[in-house]
């Protein structure tokens, strides 16, 4: 059973230009959860999505940032007009549902950097 | 709000050298507390959890344990080995926000031969 993929593993961006990463969760896992990490901090949680749904985009930027999971393929998480603070370690999490009992599962991450 | 604190790195320590890991946290209710590994270049992996006080959480030689006295849950191992070298964090879930993992800032671990 493979594991949370993301992909690409290193992005690099000028300012301006758009990022998008990708997601794929572990075989049977219906939910996504999004954590960016600073340099040097911990993760901070972003947004959960399900099927379809936006769970809770709580910890997203309001701006230029956007996140979603369709029926089919993976999980996007998309930032658009990219500074160099958005440069960070993006990662991935997946879990069968979204209960407090259940183990989030992490991907190893999209290393972005903005020049 | 909630959150972790974890003590400040890198811990430095030699081959086969007692480890503690200092974590606290601060939430309402009752929590889950877990501790995840990152090694250099991956992602983060579950090393331990425990989901309600006094419980003990433990794999490969590290432990921790519950305490909600002292809201605490420090990590421990008796003795590290060089491929213990990582950044380890301590998270939070509570239940009122249960999808929703509050991070510790991390400690770096070097183990030296």
């Known amino acids: 059973n493979a594991g949370v993929m993301q992909n690409p593993r290193h992005l690099v961006r000028r300012r301006g230009q758009e990022a998008r990463l990708r997601c794929s969760p572990m075989k049977g896992h219906s939910h996504v959860y999004w954590y960016r990490q600073l340099p040097e901090e911990g993760l901070k949680f972003m947004v959960y999505l399900q099927k379809e749904n936006i769970i809770d985009e709580s910890g997203m930027p309001k701006e230029r940032f956007s996140a979603e999971f369709p029926k089919e393929g993976p999980s996007i998480l998309r930032i658009q007009q990219v500074v160099r603070g958005d440069s960070a370690a993006y990662f991935c999490a997946s879990s069968p549902g979204g209960a407090g009992t259940d183990t989030q599962y992490f991907g190893p991450g999209t290393r972005l950097t903005v020049l | 709000g909630d959150s972790v604190t974890q003590m400040e790195g890198p811990v430095t320590l030699s081959e086969e050298a007692f480890l503690t890991i200092n974590c606290t946290y601060t939430?309402?209710?009752?929590?889950?507390l877990f501790w995840y590994v990152q090694y250099p270049g991956e992602g983060l992996q579950l090393l331990l959890k425990?989901?309600?006080?006094?419980d003990k959480g433990s794999n490969k030689g590290f432990e921790a344990t519950y305490r909600k006295e002292t809201t605490s849950f420090h990590l421990e191992k008796g003795s590290v080995q060089v491929s213990d070298s990582a950044v380890y964090f301590c998270?939070?879930?509570?239940?009122?926000?249960?999808?929703?993992?509050?991070f510790g800032s991390g400690t770096r671990l070097l183990v030296r031969p």
């Open positions: 939430a309402t209710g009752y929590p889950s």
């Open positions: 425990a989901t309600k006080a006094d």
């Open positions: 998270a939070l879930r509570n239940r009122d926000s249960s999808y929703k993992l509050i």
